[in-house]
Nanobody, 119 residues
């Protein structure tokens, strides 16, 4: 089982990016999916999470700018980030709670995608 994140890049203040994270492998089921971020010198923080049924929880500081969604058929979670600010600069990681076809429920992490917002 693997998670592959993509969509990061360099953007100016006020710009937008759409991050994607696709799960692959022998998967029986996927529960919660989430995006975290880690800025230089700071701890990793939860940005947004979404349940299998579509309920979401989003970090207060980005709630009016970021949206999380998922496509269960594609085993993919998205993070739409609008009106980006320099303080959003970080490596963004996706995480999913996955049940492999032969195994048990556990957390899987993507490799991270860098978002850089220039002022």
């Amino acid at each position: 089982v693997q998670l592959q994140a993509s969509g990061g890049g360099l953007v100016q203040t006020g710009g937008s990016l759409r991050l994607s994270c696709a799960a692959s492998g022998t998967i029986a089921s996927i529960n919660d999916m989430a995006w975290y971020r880690q800025a230089p010198g700071k701890q990793r923080e939860l940005v947004a999470q979404i349940t299998r049924g579509g309920n979401t929880n989003i970090l207060d500081s980005v709630k009016d700018r970021f949206t999380i969604s998922r496509d269960n058929a594609k085993k993919t979670v998205y993070l739409q980030s609008n009106n980006l600010k320099p303080e959003d600069t970080a490596v963004y990681y996706c995480k999913a709670i996955i049940l492999p076809t032969a195994g048990y429920w556990r957390d899987y992490w993507g490799q991270g995608t860098l978002v850089t917002v220039s002022s």
